[in-house]
């Protein structure tokens, strides 16, 4: 997890330095002189030598470390992820004003997609060949081409500007214990949820048939049907606990990207989460900030990789840790 977490900082580093755009510029403003230039990039650190850059920003995530212009500088205290090149806010401010939104929309999101998505694909494989299985597989294929934009803004369209059955999403919202309650918290991230459960769920659906089709052959599943175990029996504690390991690979994968930020959604939907605050960072050149975010949604992806394989013990009686 260290090492990758570090390759995946120095690749996102190296790649700023490597870009056209001067994030001193941009900080400075449009009629700023170059002699402000220098200053800016003085004051942003940008004047130091690559290696040194990296260095003074990586020794920020382990202590406090001193930031800011020589003469002016400030205490960053730990972890210190810098300040906005931009608005000059501290980083880690911005990442926990942005992260409880995320997450709002990631919790919820999941519970439908999975229950969706992993119910759909189990009743069409144990219906294969049937109407219900055919239909559940059109289905599938029709959600899985659907792009996030096409749907965000079809249920926008429908739900709130005519049918005006649900709100716009409010900023003002981002936790279900806040004084508006669960309930509008709910009505808040209800059409988001639906429009990542549409491609997730479709693609689960698609790989829990197929797998469970395939489980559904294997020997020791016509044993247990032979010794005459309940049809229930066979197929929730042998056939879904043997097949359901990919669709945990799965979702291992997309819980940890989507808390990364889902960008395409939170843009649609003007959800202030990390993807929306990664987007605008990146077109402005603003570093800390997209550094902050890119090194958070690694950690995220990589920690879902050791749950999923550690789960994999629990889930799958065929499989055991040594």
């Known amino acids: 997890m260290v090492l990758l977490l570090a390759a995946v900082s120095f690749i996102t580093f190296t790649l700023f330095q490597l870009g056209p755009s001067d994030p001193a510029a941009a900080a400075c403003g449009q009629e700023c002189t170059p002699e402000r230039v220098a200053e800016a990039r003085v004051a942003l650190g940008m004047d130091q030598p690559f290696f040194v850059q990296y260095i003074d920003y990586m020794r920020g995530l382990f202590s406090p470390r001193m930031i800011g ?134 693609s689960y659906i698609r790989v829990t048939r197929t797998n469970m089709i395939e489980t559904f052959g294997e020997d020791f599943i016509r044993t247990a049907r032979a010794k005459g ?3 229930r029996t066979v197929t929730f504690k042998h056939g879904v606990r043997a097949g359901i390991t990919p669709v945990v690979t799965m979702l291992g994968m997309d819980i940890g990207l989507l808390l990364g930020g889902a960008v395409l959604t939170e843009q649609i939907f003007s959800v202030p989460g990390l993807g929306f605050t990664a987007v605008h960072a990146a077109i402005s050149g603003d570093l800390p900030v997209t550094m902050a975010i890119t090194m958070l949604a690694a950690f995220f992806v990589i920690v879902a990789n050791v749950v999923v394989d550690l789960a994999y013990a629990a889930i799958d009686p065929r499989v055991r840790l040594q």
Not at 173 to 180: A, E, K, L, R, W
């Open 229 to 231: 175990l309940a049809p």
């Open 69 to 202: 212009a020589p003469g002016a500088q400030t205490l960053c205290e730990w972890p210190c992820l810098g300040k906005s090149f931009q608005t000059n806010e501290s980083v880690a401010d911005i990442i926990a004003r942005s992260l409880p939104y995320t997450f709002s929309m990631a919790i919820g999101a999941l519970i439908l997609w999975t229950i969706t998505g992993v119910g759909l694909g189990l009743l069409a494989a144990l219906r294969k060949g049937s109407p219900v299985d055919k239909f559940i597989v059109g289905a599938a294929s029709v959600g899985v081409s659907l792009p996030i934009p096409v749907t965000g803004l079809f249920l926008l369209l429908l739900f709130v500007n005519q049918l005006h059955l649900l709100p716009f999403t409010t900023n003002e919202i981002n936790s279900p214990f806040g004084p508006q309650g669960p309930g509008a918290w709910v009505a808040n991230y209800l059409l988001p949820w639906i429009a990542l459960a549409v491609l997730f769920s479709a």
